[in-house]
């Protein structure tokens, strides 16, 4: 059963729109409807990737960095959302802590509010 806060695995296409690599993910939500759709967002490796102030760092030492299955030091790029069927999602490698998983949606709520806005 897929939850908000596991970390799945699942083939992010590239910009180009070419296959990408197997790579892991954050389950955010379901979106609403009879369909298993799910707004999830790319984790990884490469920390030069992080947008400072907006993206998750989940560090070595951070308590679910090992409950995530994450093998390092990985950000949570919250700026590289998609919506996928669920059944396209690979398998589940961990989760990440609620108090995480809140930030995260707080983030992201706040930029689409902010959005909103201008």
Known sequence: MKEPG???LFRFPRTDLAEGK????????????????WLICMISSQLHQQIEGFD???????????QSGLK??????I???????????????GRISPDRMQRIQRRLGEWMAEGKRK
């Open 22 to 37: 197997l790579r892991p993910a954050l389950l955010i939500r379901e979106a609403p409807g009879p369909y298993d759709d």
């Open 6 to 8: 596991q970390i799945v």
């Open 72 to 77: 390092k030091t990985s950000v949570v790029r």
């Open 56 to 66: 998750e760092l989940i560090e070595e030492g951070d308590s679910d960095l090992q």
């Open 79 to 93: 700026s590289r959302l998609a919506v996928v069927e669920g059944e396209v999602l690979e398998g589940r490698i």
